[in-house]
């Protein structure tokens, strides 16, 4: 049995280090995904005023920034049992789906792309080709023009005449895991060139309403800030214009280029690689129209799609018995192996920062294809007419969706599907305007709200279920808690010897060159994960971090 390191992995957000052990025919038997990075925010948020938290919680990380912001908010309110204007909801909606948009977009084209894209081998691309070949995929192509295609190659060309890739510097190009033709590979490095402009404008229209992005502002305990924005009919069109240009470029580039590459991956696709343990949850939200959510809250057992249970926050644990915390709840770090290697040699030993959260006793799965399948078998009308076009058109099961490149179909879908929602967000926030109900803050007397008291909320954002809880006493933070998506999809096993999503879906993927894990990349990446949410502070030396003296006490 040989092991393989890879620490950190690139292209995601945070540190996250891969341990894999190989079999003489370089099959995956078993892995260990460890979170290295230490987070203190919770520790941060002690004693501190409640209507402060979600400007704190919101520096949890650099990407989901309003997911923590809006997660914070929403968690002060339940323990204080306030309801907020519906306007406020709206406006938290459609920051909260600008970024679903840019997050999904940015991940697949700038995170995950060149696990399936030989950058260099788009150069023998035969334009003309190219161009036919996008039509296969969508009846109007994105900038489908044979100069833009020149356009391109001159400029990937111009990376390679000066010695250097530029961003596509250090990939294993050539690796024979890589199964595009040059024309596909051009066509899709074209779309990401133009994602890196998408990612910009995207991002505006999170700010409208947030104030900024990262780190939106506008968010506050009983509403929202941000009125003059929403009553200047400006505004709102800038924003609309935004949304309608990201759908273009998704209905255009981003749909078409997953099917093409579940047409090309097809027989990894029905070898199952990628697929975890099949047990999947959403937590569902997102007022829609009436009683109807965006997403449906489900959960799903052994992929066993036909018994949806409803979901139930008390089947929730989190344990540490394998990850670095003592069993006070304490940061307590055991050092590696003298060769660098993560200690799991017995089934008791500690290797990550992330904790060990599971769902009846069980390790699960979340994100964009939890909610796409929760939502699909639970008659998401909008949903699944998304899914069985795209299942016809690629000739494809709902089954195998539950793998790396299903992942990524999943997450455009959901893409697509917001793309659409969003419009009737707005419309409704247009109506209530119309109607004189400018109201965007609930007003009450922080003296006069209750000392003591819990709360907690659960929503769905862009990597899967995030969780935050608070403990407040005496008009202070007392404890605080957040459960990211990236943690559960991480989770290390525990004394159950259960793998993670991360884990299983590694098992029996097998390696052309060991010397380049590219299969072991892709699959990771297909979760899209993001460390930065699930702990923090560096330990680059491997150093005793068990000195901390800070206690985190996150019992609610
Ligand atoms: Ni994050």
Redesign the pocket.
């Known amino acids: 049995m040989k092991k393989i390191v890879i620490d950190p992995i690139t292209r995601i957000?945070?540190h996250l280090r891969v341990e894999v052990e190989i079999d003489e025919d370089n099959v995956v038997q078993e892995a260990y995904a460890s979170g290295q990075l230490f987070r203190g925010i919770e520790i941060i948020l002690k004693d501190r005023d409640p209507r402060d938290a979600g400007l704190m919680a919101g520096r949890?990380?650099?990407?989901?920034t309003n997911?923590?912001f809006r997660g914070a908010v929403s968690a002060v309110e339940d323990a204080y049992g306030l309801e907020i204007p519906k306007n406020a909801e709206i406006i938290r909606d459609l920051m909260a789906m600008a970024l679903f948009i840019q997050d999904h977009v940015v991940h697949f084209y700038h995170l995950h792309l060149l696990d399936f894209v030989d950058v260099v081998s788009a150069l023998e691309a035969d334009i003309k080709l190219t161009s036919k070949e996008a039509h296969k995929y969508s009846k109007k192509p994105f900038r489908n023009s044979h100069t833009h295609y020149e356009e391109v190659k001159t400029k990937l060309q111009n990376f390679v005449k000066a010695g250097k890739l530029g961003p596509f510097s250090n990939g294993y190009w050539g690796h024979n895991e890589y199964k595009l033709t040059a024309e596909q590979n051009l066509l899709l490095i074209s779309h990401y060139l133009e994602a890196l402009k998408f990612q910009t404008n995207i991002s505006k229209a999170v700010a409208i309403f947030g104030g900024k992005t990262p780190h939106p502002q506008s968010i506050v305990v009983g509403g929202i800030t941000s009125v003059a924005d929403m009553l200047n009919p400006g505004r709102l069109n800038d924003y609309i214009f935004i949304i309608k240009e990201a759908k273009e470029f998704v209905d255009r580039a981003y749909l078409p280029d997953m099917k093409l590459l579940a047409i090309a991956y097809k027989d990894e696709i029905k070898e199952g690689q990628g697929r975890a343990n099949g047990n999947f949850l959403s937590v569902g939200g997102y007022e829609f129209e009436g009683d109807q959510r965006l997403f449906c809250n489900g959960v799903i057992y052994g992929h066993n799609f036909d018994e949806i249970e409803e979901f139930d926050e008390t089947k929730i644990t989190e344990e540490v018995d394998r990850a670095w915390y003592n069993e006070k709840d304490e940061p307590f770090y055991t050092d590696l192996n003298e060769d660098g290697s993560l200690k799991t040699k017995t089934k008791t030993d500690k290797y990550s920062w992330i904790k060990a959260p599971r769902y009846d006793g069980k390790t699960m799965e979340t994100g964009p294809l939890a909610r796409i399948l929760v939502s699909y078998m639970k008659g998401n009308e909008l949903i699944k007419s998304f899914v069985d076009e795209f299942l016809k058109d690629t000739n494809l099961e709902l089954i195998d969706l539950s793998t790396t490149i299903g992942r990524n179909v999943a997450r455009a879908i959901e893409t697509a599907y917001i793309c659409e929602y969003i419009f009737k967000l707005v419309s409704r926030l247009i109506q209530n305007i119309k109607y004189y109900d400018t109201e965007t803050w609930g007003k009450y007397d922080f003296e006069k709200l209750p000392k003591d008291t819990k709360g907690g909320v659960f929503l769905e954002v862009p990597?899967g279920v995030l969780s935050h809880f608070v403990n407040i006493k005496n008009q202070k933070i007392q404890n605080y808690s957040v459960i990211?998506p990236?943690t559960w999809n991480a989770t290390p096993k525990n004394l159950d010897g259960k793998r993670g999503a991360y884990e299983e879906a590694l098992i029996g993927i097998k390696l052309a060159d060991p010397s380049r894990p590219l299969e072991v990349l892709k699959v990771l990446h297909s979760f899209d994960p993001?460390?930065?949410?699930?702990v923090h502070i560096i330990d680059t030396k491997g150093v005793d971090l068990g000195r901390y003296k800070i206690k985190i006490n996150c019992q609610i």
Request: hydrophobic share 35%; net charge neutral; aromatic share 0%.
């Open positions: 957000e945070g949890i990380c650099g990407v989901c997911s923590h990597r990211a990236t993001c460390l930065a949410c699930a």
